[in-house]
């Protein structure tokens, strides 16, 4: 097990689309293993490869509040094949984007499909805050940040104070 560095925005890694897993085979279930120790470090309640610099479809989540008790979930080439019409408004965060939060809007039941940790596929239903994470995580593996679905103004505000912080970390140095 390894905790893994988690990239930040801007960084042209998180844009990419990344690639379908071939099969879950023991590389594959280290990277998952290795995605929940970073994630629980971190702490957050899910993680995508991508975020770790790895461009491969693979998830992890795991959401422990007095609501929602789920996981932890293994996904790889995680695809929702069911939503529903109505849509949730959910105050988002992302690792890859700290300490900034925003609203947005995804529909509020998903069905998503994937391949668990042992490489079975899987077809699992999501309300609540796991739907709207789990729709969070699949958009990192297409290059979708949260920023992304709110105002370009917010959006470009965010990413300058992300491009400054930064800096001022370099000259820190
Ligand atoms: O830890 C996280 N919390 C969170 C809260 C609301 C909506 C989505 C998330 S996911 C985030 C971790 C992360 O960046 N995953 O990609
Ligand atoms: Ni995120």
């Avoid at 509040?65 to 932890?72: A, C, D, I, Q, S």
């Avoid at 699992?124 to 805050?129: N, R, T």
């Amino acid at each position: 097990m390894a905790i893994l560095h988690i990239i930040t925005a801007p960084d042209p890694r998180l844009k990419q689309l990344s690639a379908p897993v071939a099969k879950v085979d023991a590389e594959i279930r280290q990277l998952m293993d290795d995605m929940l120790e970073t994630m629980h470090a971190a702490p957050g309640i899910g993680l995508a490869a991508p975020q770790v610099g790895v461009l491969k479809r693979v998830i992890v989540l795991e959401i422990d509040r007095e609501e929602t008790k789920v996981g932890p979930l293994f996904m790889a080439n995680p695809e929702i094949v069911d939503a529903s019409d109505d849509d949730a408004i959910y105050n988002e965060g992302c690792l890859s984007v700290p300490e900034h939060y925003a609203d947005v809007s995804r529909p509020a039941e998903v069905t998503v499909r994937y391949l668990d940790r042992d490489g079975k596929r899987q077809d699992l239903k999501c309300e609540g805050l796991l739907a709207t994470c789990v729709q969070h995580e699949i958009d990192h593996l297409d290059g979708i940040l949260f920023i992304d679905k709110i105002s370009a103004l917010k959006r470009n505000m965010i990413l300058r104070k992300l491009v400054k912080e930064r800096k001022e970390r370099e000259n820190a140095l």
